[in-house]
T-cell receptor
Framework: KAGVTQTPRYLIKTRGQQVTLSCSPI?????VSWYQQTPGQGLQFLFE???????NKGNFPGRFSGRQFSNSRSEMNVSTLELGDSALYLC????????????FGPGTRLTVL | GDSVTQMEGPVTLSEEACLTI???????????LFWYVQYPGEGLQLLLK?????DKGSNKGFEATYRKETTSFHLEKGSVQVSDSAVYFC??????????????FGKGTLLTVNP
């Protein structure tokens, strides 16, 4: 079956703009999580959604937001982009228990100029 | 809060050498432990996992044992191949208090295997 897909794969934006990233989970998976990966901070948890509800949120400013639709697809939005938001944004989907594997997508590479 | 500490490397080995990547953790409650691997230009793939103390996870010749007494989950392989070159991440989910679905990662260890 198809894996986790993320669009777009690459984005270039300028400071102050906003951006929306999309994630389609594996069919049947209802939990979607987002992570930010940077060379300095490594992999950091942004938020997790299940059945259109945010269940967990990481320590990021309010400029970072997300949502999940009834078909489990998820989007994350970053407003008022800063240079430090340049990163690889990874989406992961899973069944609904912490013991189950989180399947990661290939990521969206965001560059803020 | 939860944290994972792993040797940052880089680690460079010759083919067929033995590999150990150390990983220790701090968590409240009883975490599940994972090793993920990231190949260049790709997302993360689960390599192995262990959900309770003394469990051994294994996959593709890699092994790691959940040691509660030393809060460790070291990754080992007896004979590495060039195709094992990648970045390896140790991670945990804390199964207490509603953070079950958040993975906390170590900084990652870059492994390069030379022929």
């Amino acid at each position: 079956k198809a894996g986790v897909t993320q669009t777009p794969r690459y984005l270039i934006k300028t400071r102050g703009q906003q951006v929306t990233l999309s994630c389609s989970p594996i069919s049947g998976h209802r939990s979607v999580s987002w992570y930010q990966q940077t060379p300095g901070q490594g992999l950091q948890f942004l938020f997790e959604y299940f059945s259109e509800t945010q269940r967990n949120k990481g320590n990021f400013p309010g400029r970072f937001s997300g949502r999940q639709f009834s078909n489990s697809r998820s989007e994350m939005n970053v407003s008022t982009l800063e240079l430090g938001d340049s990163a690889l944004y990874l989406c992961a989907s899973s069944w609904d228990t912490s013991y189950n594997e989180q399947f990661f997508g290939p990521g969206t590479r965001l560059t803020v100029l | 809060g939860d944290s994972v500490t792993q040797m940052e490397g880089p680690v460079t080995l010759s083919e067929e050498a033995c590999l150990t990547i150390n990983c220790t953790y701090t968590a409240t409650g009883y975490p599940s432990l994972f090793w993920y691997v990231q190949y260049p230009g790709e997302g993360l793939q689960l390599l192995l996992k262990a959900t309770k103390a003394d469990d051994k996870g294994s996959n593709k010749g890699f092994e790691a044992t959940y040691r509660k007494e030393t809060t460790s989950f070291h990754l080992e392989k007896g004979s590495v191949q060039v195709s094992d070159s990648a970045v390896y991440f140790c991670a945990l989910t804390d199964n207490s208090g509603g953070s079950n679905y958040k993975l906390t990662f170590g900084k990652g260890t870059l492994l390069t295997v030379n022929p």
